[in-house]
């Protein structure tokens, strides 16, 4: 047998692996070129809260890890928590990667809290058709702060901040400070006709908005200018993670309330009969979800303890007669608690009384069938122990004078008994009481 020479090999082997690697690459999915800008894009809808924070971190984030040439958020908002949105300010602020906030599509606004991310931006673009402002500061309960003094501190703070922004970013302070303190909103010709202008632009949508801004010099709030290249590039989209879709879903009013109320009724059915497992389990669930929501929503305190009342007033039905009325002092404290939880002038953030009334009903509805079924049960024969052979009927084996002892059979057994009655042998006697093994009878 002839030996291969080993420079043979090694000449195979190399065209192989070379076969293999263009294969691979040409299998490959093209990615971008060198040269092809990048830009961020993600999309922010509802109410500014902590989920909001995270995701808008997260995009920045990834932006700036990845050389990004733009980050633009789509923003349709009525608002949100004030402290929320501080943060994502300061974030946007020290961003490397320009950020442009987009208010988006037609019809859709960006309000209140939604307004000063707007402003803060090293771009503000709307779409035709859409509106901002409207930037008063509200209580946290969603009200006027009850306090005029602390009211018109908090007026001042926001309307000192929101005119910080506006000047840095060569915005018009008058115009952004009477959306503090007037509660001004503005279309999006009039964010774009005023002198200075309160926006950079008008846009149809993404693309229109980035072959707009291809050249552009954007001054960024640290005194430096970026020059925007974002023809021709590529979008990558971000979604927000399934726990923040998760969490942001839940902290909705309507949802928070109705978890609230699911949870509070696990336990109620878990309490009056425990070992049941499965609504303990969920009902806690449901509740720690609830708080959450609560968490990161303007909450009344008054309603949620209305709410209790009513909860606890249930829960007494079962243990004292009251002929209802402890039900229907629930029904109305469940009522008003709910109408109270959460008291906001952004109707996003209200609880519909068309969607209270139903889970009220419902809620009543199946207390009130547990409350039954544990009096049915209170009021039932039992069928074991001594309390059970009370009523029940005897035939007397001996005569019984009144004070002294004689036999009766009951169940087939003989028993020892006493009776009131004077009672002949074979006569039918009801057992009234039981004292160890000795029965009371009477004559039937």
């Not at 928590?81 to 019809?107: D, N, Y």
């Not at 009013?253 to 609504?279: H, R």
């Not at 990161?296 to 606890?312: D, T």
Request: glycine residues 10%; hydrophobic residues 50%.
């Amino acid at each position: 047998m002839k030996r291969r020479h080993p420079a043979c090999v090694v000449a195979l082997c190399a065209l192989a692996a070379t076969v293999v690697g263009h294969r691979a690459l040409a299998q490959a999915p093209a990615g971008p070129a060198a040269d092809t800008p990048v830009v961020y894009a993600a999309d922010v809808v509802g109410i500014i809260h902590p989920v909001a924070v995270e995701y808008m971190t997260r995009v920045m984030d990834e932006a700036d890890a990845a050389g990004a040439a733009l980050v633009v958020f789509t923003l349709r908002t009525p608002g949100g928590l004030l402290e929320s949105t501080r943060l994502i300010v300061t974030r946007m602020l020290g961003a490397k990667t320009p950020i442009a906030i987009f208010v988006g599509p037609s019809g859709e606004r960006a309000a209140s809290a939604g307004f000063i991310l707007t402003i803060a931006a090293d771009i503000a673009a709307m779409a035709p058709g859409t509106h901002i402002g409207a930037a008063h500061p509200v209580s946290a309960s969603g009200g006027e702060v009850p306090d005029e003094t602390m009211a018109q501190k908090a007026t001042e703070d926001v309307a000192a901040w929101v005119r910080t922004l506006a000047k840095g970013r060569s915005r018009n302070v008058e115009l952004a400070e009477l959306a503090v303190n007037e509660s001004r909103a503005f279309t999006e010709a009039e964010a774009l006709a005023a002198e200075p202008p309160l926006i950079d632009l008008v846009a149809a949508d993404l693309r229109d908005l980035l072959r707009q801004l291809d050249g552009r010099t954007v001054a960024r709030f640290d005194g430096g200018t970026t020059t925007l290249r974002t023809a021709g590039a590529e979008i990558v989209e971000l979604e927000p993670t399934f726990a923040q879709r998760i969490l942001s879903a839940i902290a909705h009013p309507n949802v928070a309330f109705i978890l609230l109320s699911l949870g509070v009724l696990g336990l109620t059915v878990e309490l009056w009969n425990p070992g049941a497992i499965l609504p303990g389990v969920v009902g806690a669930l449901c509740l720690v979800l609830a708080f959450f929501a609560l968490q990161v929503l303007p909450v009344n305190y008054a309603g949620v303890l209305l709410i209790a009342l009513g909860l606890l007033l249930f829960g007494l039905e079962i243990k004292i007669t009251s002929f209802g009325l402890l039900t229907v002092g629930g029904v109305v404290s469940l009522i008003l608690g709910s109408l109270m939880l959460i008291d906001s002038p952004m109707p996003e953030m209200q609880l519909s009384l068309d969607f209270v009334i139903p889970v009220i009903l419902g809620f009543t509805a199946i207390a009130g069938f547990l409350v039954r079924l544990g009096i049915r049960a209170q009021r039932q024969r039992a069928f074991s122990g001594s309390t059970a052979m009370v009523g029940l009927d005897a035939r007397s084996l001996t005569a019984l004078a009144p004070g002294a002892q004689g036999q009766v059979r009951l169940r087939g057994e003989i028993w020892r008994a006493t009776s009131g009655d004077a009672i002949e042998p074979g006569d039918r006697v009801v057992v009234t009481g039981v004292e160890g093994l000795t029965l009371t009878v009477r004559k039937r």
